[in-house]
Nanobody
C-alpha cells in the first residue's frame, strides 16, 4: 500500500469545469494502474476512469467519456482528473486508487475530495 492524497474538490456550477489531483506519497512503478472512483450520496462507489501509469493508456466509464480526462505527471507522482461539462449527477466524493497492475485489485485508496455541482 501507498498513501494517496486527493485535492482540488469544490462547488461548481453545472456546465463548468474542475480539475482534481491525486498525489502519490511514495515511490511509483510503471506497472501500476491508477484510477478515480466516486461515491454519490446514497449510492455505491463507482468506477470513473483509470490510467496505466507507465504507458498512459486510459479507460473511462460510459457516463463520463468525452467529458472527463484522466492524466498523470509521473515525474511528480501526480494524477489528475479534468472534468468538463459538469452535471449535478457528477456530485460525489471522488477517490483515487492504485492497483499493482491492470487486472489487480485496488489496494490503496485516498481519503477523497468532494465535488458538488449545483446552481
Amino acid at each position: 500500500q501507498v498513501p494517496l492524497e486527493e485535492s482540488g474538490g469544490g462547488v461548481v456550477l453545472p456546465g463548468n469545469s474542475l480539475r482534481i489531483s491525486c498525489k502519490v506519497l511514495g515511490r511509483t512503478f510503471p506497472s501500476w494502474t491508477m484510477a478515480w472512483f466516486r461515491q454519490a450520496p446514497g449510492k455505491e462507489r463507482e468506477f470513473v476512469a483509470s490510467i496505466r501509469w507507465g504507458v498512459g493508456t486510459a479507460n473511462y466509464a460510459q457516463s463520463v467519456e468525452g467529458r472527463f480526462t484522466i492524466s498523470r505527471e509521473s515525474g511528480r507522482n501526480l494524477m489528475f482528473l479534468r472534468m468538463d461539462s459538469l452535471k449535478p449527477e457528477d456530485t460525489a466524493i471522488y477517490y483515487c486508487a492504485k492497483a499493482e497492475g491492470p487486472y489487480k485489485d485496488y489496494d490503496s485508496w485516498g481519503q477523497g475530495t468532494q465535488v458538488i455541482v449545483s446552481a
